[in-house]
């Protein structure tokens, strides 16, 4: 029994350290919402019609975007919009609505990033 109960306490305290490694979310740098997706943590901004969305890895450095590709899809009005993310900054992905977005932002984010998907659920009631 003591054989057993060894590895038992070993893999309880790995797992609990894995799971605590991300911590609080990151503060908002750019007045978004932020989400943790699959190691990595995505800040998410909707403003008008651009769709932009900046990426963190677990140690909360920038991701370059060149590395990260994706599409949004935006609930706007009750109508929902897919939008494609291209590279638009150091680490940020960026689209355009068809339409502006106003009121409460309701989004899903996929991500491939380093050929990894990420994905992540925002909403932000207005």
Do not use: C
């Amino acid at each position: 029994m003591k054989l057993f109960a060894i590895p038992l306490v070993l893999a309880l305290s790995l797992a609990s350290g894995s799971a605590l490694a991300h911590g609080e979310a990151p503060k908002a740098a750019h007045g978004g919402l932020v989400q943790e997706a699959q190691e990595l943590w995505l800040e998410l901004v909707v403003k008008d019609t651009d769709v932009t969305v900046y990426v963190l890895d677990e140690m909360r450095k920038p991701v370059p975007a060149s590395q990260v590709s994706g599409t949004a899809t935006v609930l706007v009005g009750g109508k929902s919009y897919k939008v494609d993310l291209s590279p638009a900054g150091s680490n940020s992905v960026q689209g355009k609505l068809p339409v502006a977005a106003s009121g409460q932002v309701v989004a899903t984010v996929s991500l491939k990033v380093g050929g990894k998907a990420a994905s992540a659920r925002f909403t932000n009631k207005a």
